[in-house]
């Protein structure tokens, strides 16, 4: 099992920034892809960023070149932040952490799939 707690949302002006965090705990050796997507009232969730083990980032078009996105270990806990600047009215959304989980032999891997609570992040004109 993984856990997964968000923490850093909150209310912020247009233009400014926030750092959204999610701390992973339990196996988190087994961690592929962690991501964070994002929900707004009445619209469907989308991804927002990913980070592959290795490392390597996506981010959805409308946050390319504001947001950025990292993952960081330490011993028993794998972090994954999202560093937001320039924000805009249109960000306001319930922010939630992702992470897949790849567990099995070589011959036959499974994934499992793992979010946080969400926490709001509210971007005001």
């Known amino acids: 099992q993984v856990q997964l707690v968000e923490s850093g949302g909150g209310l912020v002006q247009a233009g400014g920034s926030l750092r959204l965090s999610c701390a992973a705990s339990?196996?988190?050796?087994?961690?592929?892809?962690m991501a964070w997507y994002r929900q707004a009232p009445g619209k469907q969730r989308e991804l927002v960023a990913s980070?592959?083990?290795?490392?390597?980032?996506?981010?959805a078009d409308s946050v390319k070149g504001r947001f950025t996105s990292s993952r960081d270990n330490a011993k028993n806990t794998a972090y994954l932040y999202l560093q937001m600047n320039s924000l805009k009215p249109e960000d306001t959304a319930v922010y939630s952490c992702?992470?897949?989980?790849?567990?099995?032999?070589?011959?036959?891997?499974?994934?499992?799939?793992?979010w946080g609570q969400g926490t709001q992040v509210t971007v005001s004109s």
């Open positions: 992702y992470a897949m989980e790849k567990y099995g032999p070589v011959e036959k891997t499974y994934e499992r799939d793992y």
């Open positions: 339990g196996r988190i050796r087994s961690i592929d892809a």
């Open positions: 980070v592959t083990s290795g490392g390597s980032t996506n981010y």
